[in-house]
């Protein structure tokens, strides 16, 4: 039994070290652990569960950062529209997907 004790220390700082010290863990919904799993099985369990919800933890505030990330074209496409229509006699529709950089979107002009 002293194996199945280390294996599961093991496990529980594997996946952050944020096991609960006592036996009553906390029950997720849809989690279950089969009634005749090991300490070890039980363990190996909550790591790679505590793993997946880190994981999503960690996609879910990159997406945020890369969301934040990335400069706000909405007000600034009728300006450019609106200075493309000025200087270049024509008017044209910004697409929603047209690159944010200045110089960029003015180099691809003659095609919006």
Request: charged residues 30%; glycine residues 8%.
């Given at each position: 039994?002293?194996?199945?004790?280390?294996e599961?220390?093991?496990?529980?700082?594997?996946?952050?070290?944020?096991?609960?010290?006592?036996?009553?863990?906390?029950?997720?919904?849809?989690?279950?652990?089969?009634?005749?799993?090991?300490?070890?099985?039980?363990?190996?369990?909550?790591?790679?569960?505590?793993?997946?919800?880190?994981?999503?933890?960690?996609?879910?505030?990159?997406?945020?950062?890369?969301?934040?990330?990335?400069?706000?074209?909405?007000?600034?496409?009728?300006?450019?529209?609106?200075?493309?229509?000025r200087?270049?006699?024509?008017?044209?529709?910004?697409?929603?997907?047209a690159?944010?950089?200045?110089?960029?979107?003015?180099?691809?002009?003659?095609?919006?």
């Amino acid at each position: 039994m002293a194996a199945d004790a280390s294996e599961s220390d093991e496990a529980a700082s594997e996946s952050g070290g944020t096991a609960p010290a006592d036996d009553d863990a906390v029950a997720l919904d849809g989690l279950s652990i089969p009634d005749d799993a090991d300490d070890a099985e039980a363990a190996a369990i909550a790591a790679a569960v505590a793993a997946h919800v880190r994981d999503g933890e960690r996609a879910a505030a990159a997406a945020a950062a890369a969301a934040d990330d990335e400069p706000d074209w909405e007000g600034e496409r009728w300006a450019f529209a609106g200075r493309v229509d000025r200087l270049q006699n024509r008017s044209v529709r910004v697409p929603v997907g047209a690159p944010t950089d200045p110089w960029t979107a003015a180099g691809r002009a003659d095609r919006f």
